[in-house]
C-alpha cells in the first residue's frame, strides 16, 4: 500500500497509544506500516511535525464535531449551552482516539491549525457573554485544561474499584467519611462532566459586569436542566462493599 501522510498519522496515533509521548519513534512507526524509516521524510520531517500533524487531527475532529453541535442548537440558545457543546464534543473527540488525551497534555508546545480554531471559537463565545478581555484567555485555557484532564482521568482509571476485605472497608468509612459515605451524592461520568462545565460557567459568569451572584449562581441563561444524580457510581475509584 502507498505510504501517504494520512497513513503515516494513522500509525503514529495507534503507536502514541501503547508507549506515549516521550517514547514515540519514527521507526516505531515505520515498523507499524512495514516500511523503512527513512521513507517516512518524505512526507513528515521528523518526530515534531508528526506530533504535530497528530493533535491537529483529534482537534480539527473536534472542531469539526463542535461547528455541527453548535448549528444544531436553537436560536434563543445562551453562552453557557455554547459552551457546554463545545465541550462536550471535544470530550468527545478525544475519547475516539485512544491516547488522545495524553497526546494534548504532553504536547502543549505543539502548534496546530485545529487547536487554535478551537481556542479562538471558545474565546470568541466567551467575550459574546460579556467576560471581560482580561480574564477571557483564562477562562479558556481552564476550559479547554478540564476537559483534556477529564478525559485523560477517564482513560486511565481502572474498570472497577479495588477489592478491599471487609476490616479494610470499615476503616475506610470510618476514616473518610464524606469520600465512602452517601452523603455526597455519586453520579455517572457523563454527568458529572456535564456538571463539572456548568460549574465553571457559573463563576465565568460571576464576572460578566452587571451580572448579580444570585444570577451567575442560579445558572441562569442555561437552557438544559441538570438531571437528578441517580446514575450509578463512577468517577474516582471508590471502594465498594466486599463482595464475599
Known amino acids: 500500500m502507498k505510504l501517504t501522510k494520512e497513513r503515516i498519522v494513522d500509525a503514529g496515533m495507534a503507536v502514541f497509544a501503547e508507549v506515549g ?3 514515540l519513534s519514527m521507526r516505531q512507526v515505520a515498523d507499524r506500516l512495514d516500511a523503512h524509516a527513512g521513507s517516512l521524510y518524505y512526507h513528515v520531517r521528523g518526530k515534531d511535525e508528526l506530533l504535530t500533524l497528530m493533535a491537529d487531527r483529534v482537534c480539527r475532529q473536534a472542531y469539526d464535531t463542535g461547528t455541527a ?4 442548537l436553537p436560536p434563543d440558545t445562551t453562552w453557557r449551552d455554547r459552551v457546554e457543546a463545545q465541550a462536550a464534543t471535544l470530550r468527545r ?4 482516539h485512544p491516547g488522545g488525551a495524553l497526546l494534548l497534555a504532553e504536547s502543549p508546545g505543539v502548534l496546530s491549525s485545529g ?3 478551537l481556542m479562538e471559537r471558545l474565546l470568541r463565545t ?4 460579556g467576560l471581560p478581555t482580561v480574564h477571557c484567555g483564562i477562562a479558556a485555557d481552564i476550559l479547554l485544561s478540564h476537559v483534556t484532564g477529564f478525559v485523560l482521568q477517564e482513560q486511565n482509571q481502572p ?8 476490616e479494610l472497608y470499615t476503616d475506610l468509612c470510618a476514616e473518610f467519611p464524606l469520600i465512602m459515605g452517601e452523603l455526597i451524592p455519586r453520579i455517572g461520568q457523563d454527568e458529572k462532566f456535564t456538571q463539572s462545565i456548568r460549574l465553571l460557567c457559573t463563576g465565568f459568569a460571576a464576572l460578566v459586569p452587571g451580572v448579580s451572584p444570585a ?3 442560579d445558572g441562569a441563561g442555561s437552557t438544559a436542566a441538570a438531571p ?3 446514575a450509578p457510581p463512577t468517577g474516582a475509584a471508590r471502594p465498594g462493599p466486599p463482595t464475599s
Open 21 to 23: 509521548y516521550h517514547n
Open 69 to 72: 453541535a453548535l448549528a444544531a
Open 93 to 96: 473527540s478525544i475519547q475516539q
Open 115 to 117: 487547536g487554535l480554531s
Open 126 to 129: 466567551l467575550l459574546d457573554a
Open 159 to 166: 474498570p472497577a474499584p479495588p477489592p478491599v476485605s471487609a
Open 215 to 217: 444570577a451567575a449562581d
Open 228 to 230: 437528578p444524580p441517580t
